[in-house]
């Protein structure tokens, strides 16, 4: 009578692990951390759950100081970033034509994707903005053999005021083609995911004659809150302690200057370096501390012996908890963990821009939380002056959600 038990539990011990294909952008390194949150978060919902990542560098950096399995195929994808780099000039990147100009590494990337998909055996692909898989899987659903969730912390390509009515032309083109897409085949995305708030969302439309961003965004996705991927509590609580462990020392005001993940803020990290002297004139006790991240080298940032440049930091979020102040360009991630911690910060968005300069300026705005800056207009003498200012501020932003790695992996988890 026992058998049919036994032979049940025998099935169940020799029945394959779940498995799922994490793909993480490589553009900005913001990616990167909270993704490792949400793999953290699923793994607590699913302890069966093996992640391999296809991923590029620099995201490949923290994957592998989490200890993460990288899938050996990663080394086949054409560079993204390498892309984005080349197409920036002195603090100007025009995302959105960078974009349209990445056919190619997008579909060999595709294919690459394609082959590990099917020489694998997997559940769940999930895909944080992997434009090229969400692109072609609806533009070839008969290749979709797996659920897919996708993620993303802004909706709608939006024209910048240099690229007149032709930009505005074409972003909206873009817009309608991929709403058509979404609508057509509603199958591709088993789950859409929002990482954030409907009031995050910017007020535009997706352009003449389309729909209200956030009115489409909030009847085709779920919303995880902001994904920090730490939590910001204890580090405001022990900040003290956490500069100690820093070795920040208590008689300095600690500057801390980061540019993300690509080569794209080799300018600003130049310009905020040359504001040091004037700025130390201002501030008693100020130390600089210049994050080059992993695709620029220190040695060209010409930087005077007072100030420290260092290459790619783990877990940057802990010193920009326990800094004074920061500098950094408008991507989302770094200035959202600067508002989760609570420090001041002064925020430069890339021209041309569209991310930083709408969505992400909307967002902080939200918030309340950092100064922005223009870049064009911010020699040297003016940034000193205003880390000079900002450097004793207090901030009183809106607190940033510290649930949101856990909201996106419960969105996810029934998926696998």
Known sequence: MNAPSTTRTWTRSLARKRRALYISSPIGLGHAQRDVSIAAELRKLHPDLEIDWLAQHPVTAVLEAHGETIHPMSAELASESAHITAES????????Q????????????FMVFHDVVESG???LVI?????????????????KHTAFAWMTDFVGWLPMPAGGEREAFLTADYNAEMIEHVERFPRIRDRAIFVGEPDDIVPDDFGPGLPSIREWTERHYAFSGYVTGFDPSPLIERREELRHELGFQPDERVVIVAVGGSGVGEALLRRVIASYPDAARRVNGLRMIAVAGPRIDPAV???PPEVEVRPFVPDLFRHLAACDLAVVQGGLT??????????????????NHFEQNRHVRHRLERYGAGRRMDYDASPPEVIAEAIAAEIARPVDYRPVESDGAARAAALIAPLI
Do not use: C, K, Q
């Open 121 to 123: 055996e997997y559940d």
């Open 334 to 351: 770094t200035t959202m963990e600067l508002a989760a911690a609570r420090r001041p910060f002064l925020y430069f968005p890339l021209r």
């Open 301 to 303: 940032l010409g930087a």
């Open 89 to 96: 000039s002195e603090h100007d990147l025009n995302a959105f």
């Open 98 to 109: 960078a974009i349209r100009r990445m056919d190619e590494i997008l579909v060999a990337n």
């Open 127 to 143: 895909g944080d903005e992997a434009w090229d898989v969400d692109y072609f899987l609806h533009e070839n659903p008969e290749l």
